[in-house]
Nanobody
Framework: HVQLVESGGGSVQAGGSLRLSCDISKYTVVGNCVGWFRQAPGNEREGIARIYLGGTFYSDFVKGRFIISQDNEKDTIYLQMNNLKPEDTAIYYC???????????????WGQGTQVTVS
């Protein structure tokens, strides 16, 4: 059973920073995508960042403020979130799967989500 586990959410004031972590040690398929999605109240879940073999992608909403990275030794991916805005308030999910599915917003494996609140 593949399980991704996020941590690092919380509450922060606008302009502040948070770093999310996702343990992907149960996910061992090399060459697939891992990434971060978020869902704000009343909104659809959206992909905001993904990483594939070292290459990265960011949505326009977070580009320049968020950084996705992967530590292969620790089997962990991170999302460093800087200059947070109230509109970043959402539940954040890490996800993994075949890249076309991740790009389409339908990766096979999801974490349980972690709440980020920006006031």
């Amino acid at each position: 059973h593949v399980q991704l586990v996020e941590s690092g959410g919380g509450s922060v004031q606008a302009g502040g920073s948070l770093r999310l972590s996702c343990d992907i040690s149960k996910y061992t398929v090399v060459g697939n995508c891992v990434g971060w999605f978020r869902q704000a109240p009343g909104n659809e879940r959206e992909g905001i960042a993904r990483i594939y073999l070292g290459g990265t992608f960011y949505s326009d909403f977070v580009k320049g403020r968020f950084i996705i990275s992967q530590d292969n030794e620790k089997d962990t991916i991170y999302l460093q979130m800087n200059n947070l805005k109230p509109e970043d308030t959402a539940i954040y999910y890490c996800a993994a799967g075949r890249c076309p599915a991740v790009v389409a917003g339908a990766p096979r494996y999801w974490g349980q989500g972690t709440q980020v609140t920006v006031s």
